[in-house]
Nanobody
């Protein structure tokens, strides 16, 4: 059974930093991409950052470019999201996503990030 467990969320002041972690466990037959999404109250879930595993290509939402960095540690089976220069509008629940080559995507349970103005 595949599990994604996020951690690292919390309350931070505007301009501060947080680093989210997503620990992946279980048997996965080939990973195409990993990513982070977020959902603010009364808004749709949106892609924040993604990483194509085979090419190493990274993609970021315009709103976080230059501030957020997605990375992964193969040995640890962990995906990270380093968030710098945080703004109040970054407040949301952040979800880790894993897209295998075949089958459905996997999601974590989410971790709350709150940025105070």
């Amino acid at each position: 059974q595949v599990q994604l467990v996020e951690s690292g969320g919390g309350l931070v002041q505007s301009g501060g930093s947080l680093k989210l972690s997503c620990k992946v466990s279980g048997n996965i037959n080939g990973i195409n991409a990993v990513g982070w999404y977020r959902q603010a109250p009364e808004k749709a879930r949106e892609l924040v950052a993604s990483l194509i595993v085979t090419s190493g290509r990274r993609n970021y939402a315009d709103s976080v470019k230059g501030r957020f960095i997605i990375s992964r540690d193969n040995a640890e089976g962990t995906v990270y999201l380093q968030m710098n220069s945080l703004k109040a509008e970054d407040t949301a629940v952040y979800y880790c996503n894993l897209e295998p080559f075949y089958g459905i995507d996997y999601w974590g349970q989410g971790t709350q990030v709150t940025v105070s103005p």
